[in-house]
């Protein structure tokens, strides 16, 4: 039975030029691949993005502190930081993933921007507060 499926194989291959099957000429003759538009209205970033030119929107570049690794939007003053790297991201983005954004941080617990920590070191809030 290996024998005849490998031999059927090679027929197949052969018979199509340069092994393109219909399904594939189908698609390059289709043109670029286009994924439908996914709704996003479930994550925590999905109102977060103010259309351009907008009222607040010299007040928010005044405000923001640097860019979400989780969401890629503004964090303004009332964002949060990472407490292992201090890297900034929204209260709902740091609740969402768990813990940090940043790719091998693996940090968990979060303070408050322009807060330290209290005395004892320990953070000031850990997100399944």
Known sequence: IGGALLATLVWLRRST?????????????????????????????????????????????????????????????????????????????FSWNHGCGLYACGGTTMRALGTGRDDSGAPLFHPED
């Open 17 to 93: 030029p340069a092994g393109k099957t219909d399904a594939s000429r189908a698609r390059a003759a289709s043109g670029p691949r286009v994924s439908p538009r996914r709704d996003r209205s479930g994550f925590p970033w999905s109102d977060r993005s103010p259309l351009p030119g907008g009222p607040a929107e010299e007040d928010r570049q005044d405000r923001a502190i640097g860019r979400c690794p989780v969401c890629a939007t503004e964090v303004l003053d009332d964002g949060v930081a990472c407490c292992g790297c201090e890297t900034a991201h929204h209260m709902e983005c």
